[in-house]
């Protein structure tokens, strides 16, 4: 377990002194992508400032969610990224990718690397303000 801060602290003292004694706890001022078992779980090739989060879906599919924070207050919009690229490691390989926006239409192409176990290369095109990668098989 890798925790920052303050930990346990609405647990009786004993669950709590245990829990922080506990061999496989590692605790840290803060935490990079380095400190992950495995390393990043997902490496993103353009610089932007964005919320992602991977939800199982049953036992074959898988849903990302992209959520970008990057405002351009000049243009008032989150400008769409023509091209982007997400190296992400999951527990096993899919085979298709689909992807869903409530504006317009992204493009997605996957692979899956062999030279890093269940490394998946989805390159995607027009990446607007929200969207879902759904993966499946």
Avoid: W
Wanted: proline share 7%.
């Amino acid at each position: 377990m890798l925790a920052t801060g303050d930990v346990g602290l609405n647990l009786p003292d004993d669950v709590r002194r245990d829990l922080l004694a506990h061999p496989l706890m590692f605790r840290a001022t803060h935490i990079r992508p380095e400190d992950l078992a495995g390393g990043p779980q997902i490496i993103c090739d353009v610089e932007t400032d964005m919320a992602i989060n991977i939800a199982k879906i049953g036992d074959k599919e898988a849903a990302i969610h992209l959520i970008r924070y990057d405002y351009d207050k000049d243009r008032d919009e989150v400008p769409v990224i023509p091209k982007m690229t997400l190296d992400v490691r999951l527990s096993r390989p899919f085979r298709m990718a689909k992807t869903f926006s409530p504006v317009g239409e992204v493009g997605a192409h996957m692979t899956v690397r062999r030279d890093i176990r269940e490394m998946h290369r989805i390159e995607l095109t027009n990446v607007p303000l929200y969207s879902v990668i759904q993966l499946q098989g």
